[in-house]
């Protein structure tokens, strides 16, 4: 009936173009019940304490969009440990505290006029910038499990290449390629965080915070900016040379989770009503009386 009303106008509204729709997701290995108390929902969300960027990031990563998928409190905490906290938690506690002990919280140059750091940032771009396009692409599909699982292939490769350039010892031996190296990793760190902003936009918003980025108008469509620039140097020009970074610090923490004693705890409880006089008659001292 929307559309039709839309239409019915006669006005140049925005047309819906795409519907998307998912599959199930069950709750270890049985159906989420909310009459059965049988699941995870917001009120336990709250009691565990824990970031909502790994819930985000979890029920995202399963999405069940071609077929059932499964909540388990297990692989939460593995997707967390060894997802979140070793590619992405890694590479920004990696990289932001080198420009903190480095740099005094500055970011470096990056030198042109330097072959290693040229071939660097030509090999590096080259690699990275066809994986952003092919996120752009599951992007546009609707593709949010694929987008998301793409988004993290791209710090995968700002990881690979920290790894690769090992700035730390380049900065005894070539320092210019070192301070190169800083400045290609920034760049790309940052249009990472534009590409997780959709899935996990307090991530984002942390790494903004420490990387004492403001963002205006260009940066609400900052892979725009850099997609429909063409070419993969662009990448170089997000965020400015000599900006001064924030305090560095880390955002995931390894998960130890009680995993028994919430998987047991969601499993199924006493109906609410009786889960509300049973606190009730705790509360109540012995001595009370009622007129």
Same mark, same amino acid.
């Given at each position: 009936m929307f559309p039709a009303s839309l239409i019915g106008t006669g006005e140049k509204y925005t047309l819906v173009r795409h519907l998307n729709s998912t599959e199930f997701l069950n709750y270890e290995g049985t159906k989420f019940s909310k009459t059965k108390n049988i699941g995870v929902f &917001?009120?336990?969300?709250? *009691?565990?304490?824990?970031?909502?960027?790994?819930?985000?990031?979890?029920?995202? =990563?399963?999405?069940?969009?071609?077929?059932? =998928?499964?909540?388990?409190?297990?692989?939460?905490?593995?997707?967390?440990?060894?997802?979140?906290?070793?590619?992405? &938690?890694?590479?920004?506690?990696?990289?932001?505290?080198?420009?903190?002990? #480095?740099?005094?919280?500055?970011?470096?140059?990056?030198?042109?006029?330097?072959?290693?750091?040229? *071939?660097? =940032?030509? *090999?590096c771009l080259k690699e990275f910038y066809e994986e952003l396009n092919i996120y752009a692409s599951l992007m546009e599909s609707v593709k949010l499990r694929e987008g998301l699982k793409q988004a993290m292939n791209l710090s995968s490769i700002c990881n690979k290449y920290m790894q690769k350039w090992q700035p730390w010892v380049a900065a005894k031996e070539n320092a210019k390629f070192a301070g190169s190296a800083i400045n290609i990793l920034m760049n790309m760190f940052v249009v990472v965080c534009a590409a997780l902003e959709p899935f996990i936009p307090t991530f984002a918003a942390k790494i903004y915070c420490m990387t004492n980025w403001k963002r205006g108008l260009r940066e609400e469509t900052l892979l725009g900016f850099v997609l429909d620039a063409k070419n993969a140097l662009t990448v170089l020009s997000v965020i400015p040379?000599?900006?001064?970074?924030?305090? =560095?610090?880390?955002?995931?923490?390894?998960?130890?989770?009680?995993?028994? #004693?919430?998987?047991?705890?969601?499993? &199924?409880?006493?109906? *609410?009503?009786?889960?509300?006089?049973?606190?009730?008659?705790?509360?109540?001292?012995?001595?009370?009386?009622?007129?």
């Open positions: &917001g009120d336990q969300v709250q *009691e565990t304490k824990i970031p909502c960027e790994v819930f985000r990031y979890y029920l995202l =990563a399963v999405r069940p969009e071609q077929q059932d =998928a499964n909540f388990s409190w297990v692989e939460l905490a593995e997707r967390n440990n060894n997802e979140l906290i070793k590619n992405l &938690g890694n590479f920004s506690v990696r990289v932001l505290r080198f420009i903190e002990s #480095h740099y005094d919280r500055v970011i470096p140059d990056y030198d042109p006029s330097d072959k290693q750091s040229e *071939e660097a =940032a030509l *090999e040379s000599k900006h001064k970074i924030d305090q =560095a610090l880390p955002i995931f923490r390894e998960s130890n989770l009680l995993l028994n #004693h919430y998987s047991k705890q969601c499993r &199924g409880r006493e109906p *609410e009503t009786k889960v509300w006089w049973h606190s009730y008659s705790l509360s109540l001292n012995l001595n009370d009386t009622f007129d």
